[in-house]
């Protein structure tokens, strides 16, 4: 496992290696994870390495914060942290100087400068449903056929609205959020019923257009990526 911990030094940092971690911690087999799935990890490792110190802990506190499995949904927290790592790449690719995490709970995840300007990031990821883990729970132990969407589910499009009213709170919540630049970067997974349908994709981008041009008009940047 040495060619892992030199692959991944900041991510493998994580683990504890004199510590027995329960089942439900990621930590217990993030190595075998990145082992066979280091490609999925490189680019959020690389953006550790490029980022200052000070600001590198504060995202492994967040990891080291979120490695708990939930019944339902799995390890999501510690996804919503790697989204995170995310949205300050974002900030960085944009021109943004003074990038800095922000740890407080009910304000924005990230915020930088931009000619002057304060910045202010909040990341969302929008996981697959409830019901849609379940399934998959479900199908591990008996393989089960899943029913092809025919259209957005109500719900998902309603779930997508109140992370965005929930984001909106925590950017304008924030000190100074009046005279500055608001973005919501969002990662969106639909279910695989949605997915299994490709017309649906089209349809998907065309409504995530409208709720950004919306979003434009109260001047709220809408960056949103759609796991299809």
């Given at each position: 496992?040495?060619?892992?911990?030199?692959?991944?030094?900041y991510?493998?940092?994580?683990i504890?290696?004199n510590?027995s971690?329960?089942?439900?911690d990621?930590?217990?087999?993030?190595l075998?994870?990145?082992?066979?799935?280091?490609h999925?990890?490189?680019k959020?490792e690389?953006?550790?390495d490029?980022?200052?110190?000070?600001?590198?802990?504060k995202?492994?506190?967040?990891?080291?914060?979120a490695t708990?499995?939930?019944?339902i949904?799995g390890?999501h927290?510690?996804s919503?942290?790697l989204t995170?790592i995310?949205?300050?790449?974002?900030?960085?690719d944009?021109?943004c100087?003074?990038v800095?995490?922000?740890?407080?709970?009910?304000?924005?995840?990230?915020?930088?400068l931009?000619?002057?300007?304060q910045?202010?990031l909040e990341?969302?990821?929008?996981h697959?449903?409830?019901?849609?883990?379940q399934?998959l729970l479900?199908?591990?132990?008996?393989p089960?056929?899943?029913?092809?969407?025919i259209?957005?589910p109500?719900?998902?499009?309603?779930?997508?609205l109140?992370t965005?009213?929930k984001?909106?709170?925590?950017l304008?919540?924030?000190?100074?959020?009046?005279?500055?630049?608001?973005?919501i970067?969002?990662?969106?997974?639909?279910?695989?019923?949605v997915?299994?349908?490709?017309?649906?994709?089209?349809?998907?981008d065309?409504n995530?257009?409208?709720?950004k041009?919306?979003?434009?008009?109260?001047?709220?940047?809408?960056?949103?990526?759609i796991?299809?």
């Amino acid at each position: 496992m040495n060619s892992i911990f030199n692959r991944f030094p900041y991510l493998s940092s994580i683990i504890e290696l004199n510590k027995s971690y329960p089942d439900t911690d990621i930590r217990k087999r993030f190595l075998q994870v990145l082992d066979i799935h280091g490609h999925h990890y490189e680019k959020y490792e690389k953006i550790l390495d490029k980022i200052p110190d000070s600001e590198r802990l504060k995202v492994l506190k967040k990891i080291r914060n979120a490695t708990n499995k939930d019944s339902i949904f799995g390890w999501h927290q510690f996804s919503d942290v790697l989204t995170e790592i995310e949205g300050y790449q974002y900030l960085v690719d944009i021109g943004c100087t003074s990038v800095e995490i922000i740890v407080d709970q009910g304000c924005p995840d990230i915020k930088g400068l931009l000619s002057g300007e304060q910045v202010l990031l909040e990341a969302k990821q929008i996981h697959n449903s409830k019901e849609e883990n379940q399934y998959l729970l479900e199908s591990t132990i008996k393989p089960k056929a899943r029913t092809v969407g025919i259209d957005i589910p109500p719900q998902l499009v309603q779930k997508i609205l109140s992370t965005i009213e929930k984001a909106k709170s925590q950017l304008e919540g924030f000190p100074g959020s009046q005279t500055s630049k608001k973005i919501i970067y969002m990662k969106i997974t639909p279910d695989l019923g949605v997915k299994l349908n490709n017309n649906l994709l089209g349809v998907f981008d065309k409504n995530m257009g409208m709720i950004k041009d919306n979003l434009e008009s109260e001047n709220i940047l809408f960056e949103y990526e759609i796991r299809w």
